[in-house]
């Protein structure tokens, strides 16, 4: 079955550093692969979303991701976190055995951003 | 277009007791969802409908009943809720298709005692 590691629950960063929120997958197929931002008390929210165009994905509020075959890797980065990116960030991934329809969550990590 | 609406948004209920969180969607999207959110464990999907007319188990079934009524309601039924079942509920939907995100409504908090 699929899974998707992320690496630490919470990330620091001081406003203005890069933001850098890691996950990993497995999939014995090419998968389908997402960011969604969850504000306090709201739902979750699309950030991008691999679905083997380009391995470098673009989304809002000026975060991307890149698709790393090699190492099983779909990262979010940004280059200069804004005090409004406090947030708790999902990777999710479909396809390969779960099937395209259903999404497999990781555990989520909490990005704080300090003044 | 309103998107994913749930009600309540929130509910205390006693050990023992039945309810049944409502989800609608305004997408004409085919696949609907129903996820719990616990902290540390990110979201657990609970039973899905890839289409009208169709259900499946997710990851935690037990002690849930859903209905897909029409196209755009989906039904998420506690008949003997349980202080397990404490938890923040989301509906989601998607068009259904090969690499669709899913869309999510604003969740519904519930605590059971």
């Known amino acids: 079955a699929q899974s998707v590691t992320q690496l630490g629950s919470h990330v620091s960063v001081s406003e203005g550093a890069l933001v850098l929120l890691r996950c990993n997958y497995s999939s014995s197929v090419p998968p389908y692969l997402f960011w969604y931002v969850q504000y306090p008390n709201q739902g979750l929210q699309l950030l991008l979303k691999?679905?083997?165009?380009?391995?470098l994905v673009k989304g809002i509020n000026g975060f991307e991701a890149e698709f790393k075959k090699s190492e099983t890797s779909f990262h979010l980065t940004k280059p200069s976190a804004h005090m409004s990116d406090a947030a708790e960030y999902f990777c999710a991934v479909s396809g390969g055995d779960t099937g395209f329809q259903k999404l497999v969550f990781g555990t989520g990590t909490r990005l704080l951003v300090s003044p | 277009n309103a998107g994913v609406t749930q009600t309540p948004k929130f509910q205390v209920l006693k050990t023992g007791q039945s309810m049944t969180l409502q989800c609608a969607q305004d997408m004409n999207h085919n696949s609907m969802y129903w996820y719990r959110q616990d902290p540390g464990m990110g979201l657990r999907l609970i039973y899905y409908?890839?289409?009208?007319?169709?259900?499946d188990k997710g990851e935690v079934p037990n002690g849930y009943n859903v209905s897909r009524l029409n196209k755009r309601e989906f039904s998420l039924r506690l008949e003997s809720a349980a202080p397990s079942q404490t938890s923040v509920y989301f509906c989601a939907s998607s068009p259904g298709t090969s690499g669709n995100e899913q869309f999510f409504g604003p969740g519904t908090r519930l605590t059971v005692l």
């Open positions: 691999y679905t083997s165009a380009a391995t």
């Open positions: 409908s890839a289409s009208e007319g169709t259900t």
